[in-house]
Each structure stands twice: as structure tokens, then as C-alpha cells.
């Protein structure tokens, strides 16, 4: 069984380099990703609070939200 994870960012400069990071280092055959850009999936945004996220962008791996880098809090994407 995989590891799921989801990455959420909102597009901006800090976020694009930290996925850049995530997809090319996580090891795709163990870990299902999910990518979700905040900016143009606003729906999804009380997901990502429930899951832990305080800003973006933040990697969740079975449910532990890990904040990468400081990009955007997730209030200023409302």
C-alpha cells in the first residue's frame, strides 16, 4: 500500500520551488501525491486547515502536515 500525501501551495515563487523539490525527491512508486494549488482550488481550503496546514506550502503525509517553507498563510488565500 502507498503512502498518501498531499502538497498544497498557492503558486507563488517559495511554493513552485518546494514542489519542484517534493515531486523530484519523493519516491513516486511508495508515495501517491496529490498536488493542490490553493489559489485556483479555494474549495479545497477547509481541507487543508483540517489537515493541520497553517501556510503554504506544506507537505501532508498520513495526516502530519509539515510546513516546508513560509510562502502564504492559508488566510491570505480567502
Known sequence: MKTQAKFYHAGCPVCLEAETAVTRYLDRSKVDLEVIH???????????????????????????????????PLSALK
Open 38 to 72: 490553493l489559489g485556483t482550488a479555494k474549495s479545497r481550503l477547509p481541507e487543508a486547515e483540517n489537515a493541520g496546514v497553517k501556510s503554504v506550502p506544506a507537505l501532508v503525509v498520513d495526516g502530519h502536515a509539515l510546513h516546508l517553507n513560509f510562502g502564504a
